[in-house]
């Protein structure tokens, strides 16, 4: 009986190991929206947006030199748009996927910025996919985003492109009710 409890322990703590290479993104954050749309969602696909309020990205670098964010609790709305195609049936990784992160101050009521400003809210994106040499995260450095709260919530126009890699979203334009 005493090598099954032993067994059953040793079970228990192999499985709640967290690997420290993990790429999927960390969410600590108090409250958080979502939305599904379908505006602007590229053909296929299903698009919804995420708010984190009380919340901020950070980036972390992995094991290859490669950025990914992490939304941690801090002093700013996180935004994070993700755009998905189900892969055909019967195969294990032929999901694809992109994403859109950025964090604006809570106290930010307007805002217009292009180009190499868009590092100051931390604009990401993130393609997902099988394809050797494209997946991962991307600054963006290439674009236009206008943001505008109100008290319901904020309007997002967004338009970029990502030199780097090829990409399937290239505007975003949502209002979003909290």
């Known amino acids: 009986m005493k090598i099954y409890v032993f067994f059953l322990l040793a079970l228990a703590v192999h499985s709640c190991k967290v690997s420290s290479s993990s790429h999927v993104p960390l969410i600590i954050a108090n409250t958080s929206t979502t939305i599904n749309i379908q505006n602007l969602c590229p053909e296929n696909g299903n698009c919804n ?22 939304i941690e609790e801090g002093d700013y709305t996180v935004v994070e748009y993700t755009f998905k195609i189900k892969g055909p049936e019967g195969t294990v990784d032929g999901d694809y996927s992109e994403t859109v992160h950025f964090q604006i101050a809570k106290t930010q009521e307007e805002m217009r910025i292009e180009n190499d400003e868009l590092n100051n809210v931390k604009l990401l994106f993130g393609k997902h996919c099988f394809c050797k040499g494209e997946a991962g995260y991307y600054r963006v450095n290439n674009g236009v985003l206008i943001v505008n709260k109100t008290e319901e919530g904020m309007v997002i126009d967004l338009e970029f492109a990502v030199n780097e890699v090829s990409h399937k979203i290239i505007a975003l334009k949502e209002t979003i009710i909290f």
């Open 49 to 70: 947006v995420k708010t984190y309020k009380n919340s901020l990205i950070t980036l972390k670098e992995d094991t290859t030199g490669r950025y990914y964010p992490v």
